[in-house]
């Protein structure tokens, strides 16, 4: 095939297993994993079942590129955003609002990634992987909170796992509490308090020796606001 043809018929080969992917999604989130057939899926679709089948190989499969869309997404704007901040303060801060706005693009698809991970038998296909990109993407909020630690931004008297689980478990309940009480702010400004709460903590602050405030020693962050 000539360039132009060939990349033409690419694009359209990515439309096609893109709008496949948007009418399974709402299958299951209408009627769950099993309840949905493939004929309910190609109906939606209005595709044949040779067409699906074409770029999927079972219902299993379909489920399974959907659950990779929402972590691989969360992956990419999570690097995407990082690289925007100069401070280890600044890339959090930018790395919840992607998130958040990435969940309020895609309500549907993160009730479906998050109901995988809590799914009981049935629920969802018995081969469905969910936890290693998970991991993945918990490793690389990981690696930020170790080089805020070695730039002495972030405090040595906490373990990289305890401070990366501090914001990444807060940035995803926000999101799972979004799914449920739709008045759950996911905005700037609320990833602002987030991580100045994570970094400054809760604490009421004490008056020092001239007359300023300072947080008590157990729980200040050395916290660079350049």
Do not use: W
């Amino acid at each position: 095939l000539p360039f132009g043809k060939l990349m033409a018929k690419t694009a359209n080969h990515s439309l096609t297993r893109a709008h496949i992917l948007r009418a399974a999604l709402r299958s299951f989130a209408r009627c769950g994993y099993a309840a949905t057939s493939v004929r309910q899926i190609v109906e939606d679709a209005r595709v044949s079942k040779p067409a699906l089948y074409y770029y999927f190989a079972d219902k299993a499969q379909l489920f399974q590129a959907l659950v990779d869309q929402a972590h691989d997404e969360r992956y990419r704007l999570m690097q995407t955003a990082a690289e925007r901040g100069r401070t280890v303060a600044e890339k959090l801060e930018k790395i919840v609002a992607a998130v958040f706005g990435f969940s309020l693009r895609n309500r549907e698809l993160m009730r479906l990634a998050f109901a995988t991970v809590f799914a009981a038998s049935g629920e969802s296909p018995s081969r469905v992987r969910c936890a290693e990109k998970g991991r993945r993407n918990y490793e690389f909020v990981r690696s930020l909170i170790a080089q805020g630690q070695a730039s002495g931004e972030l405090d040595l008297g906490f373990s990289v796992d305890e401070l990366a689980m501090g914001i990444y478990g807060q940035l995803n309940s926000y999101v799972m509490v979004r799914l449920l009480v739709p008045d759950c702010r996911l905005d700037r400004r609320t990833a602002r308090q987030i991580v100045r709460l994570f970094l400054e903590g809760a604490a009421r602050r004490q008056p020092g020796a001239n007359g300023t405030t300072r947080a008590p020693t157990s729980t200040r962050y050395s916290f660079s606001r350049s």
